[in-house]
């Protein structure tokens, strides 16, 4: 089965600067790469998601890359707010239910 | 539209007990998951189902039973509570689609004493 690598665990940050998270993946026939964002005491929520068959791609401030060789996707986010606070799963999988990284909590310091 | 529902939002149970969660989608999606979350541990996949009458085990089934007899319902059995059990629930569903997006209930927090 699908097996996804995310680091680091924790990550802090000043407020405006940029924060990125890396993960890797194992199956080769993953797809579909998802990024949630969780607050505290929340659901899981998707932020952004990116396709194998696109390299990268922008929401505002959120960027997702993806190397299909290496087998690693990033996701960066740009002028960090407090707001941004939380913790982020990557994901990868195919047509079906992905698998789910570890998590990173991004603490912004104002 | 309710989204993903979960009852109850908390639940202390005695080693040994038994007891469903339940979780429900008036989205009409074919899949639907349940996942464990742990500190430092993700979210790790128990059980799962493409549609109704089919379920699989995810990487953690062992003390979990599923059924899925509607689309809409896909409740979660503890057979006999361990303290292991001890974690924060979440149901999951999502669209066979070209959209793969996993919409989350709001979990279920449950200890076992």
């Known amino acids: 089965g699908e097996n996804v690598e995310q680091h680091p665990s924790t990550l802090s940050v000043q407020e405006g600067d940029s924060a990125v998270i890396k993960c890797t993946y194992s199956d080769s026939a993953s797809n579909y790469f998802p990024w949630y964002k969780q607050e505290l005491g929340k659901r899981p929520q998707l932020i952004i998601d990116?396709?194998?068959?696109?390299g990268e791609k922008k929401d505002q401030r959120i960027a997702v890359t993806l190397n299909k060789t290496a087998k690693h996707f990033s996701l960066h986010i740009t002028e960090t707010q407090p707001e941004d606070s939380a913790v982020y799963f990557c994901a990868a999988g195919g047509s079906y239910i992905p698998t789910f990284g570890r998590g990173t909590s991004l603490i912004v310091h104002p | 539209n309710a989204g993903v529902t979960q009852t109850p939002k908390f639940q202390v149970l005695k080693t040994g007990q038994s007891m469903t969660l339940q979780c429900a989608q008036d989205?009409?999606?074919?899949?639907m998951s349940w996942y464990r979350q742990d500190p430092g541990m993700g979210l790790r996949l128990i059980h799962y189902s493409v549609g109704a009458g089919i379920t699989d085990q995810g990487e953690v089934p062992n003390g979990y039973n599923v059924s899925r007899s509607t689309t809409e319902d896909f409740p979660l059995r503890l057979l006999s509570a361990a303290p292991s059990q001890t974690s924060v629930y979440f149901c999951?569903?999502?669209?066979?689609?070209?959209?793969?997006?996993?919409?989350f209930g709001p979990g279920t927090r449950l200890t076992v004493l």
């Open positions: 989205m009409n999606h074919e899949y």
């Open positions: 999951a569903s999502s669209y066979s689609g070209t959209s793969n997006e996993q919409f």
């Open positions: 990116i396709r194998s068959n696109v």
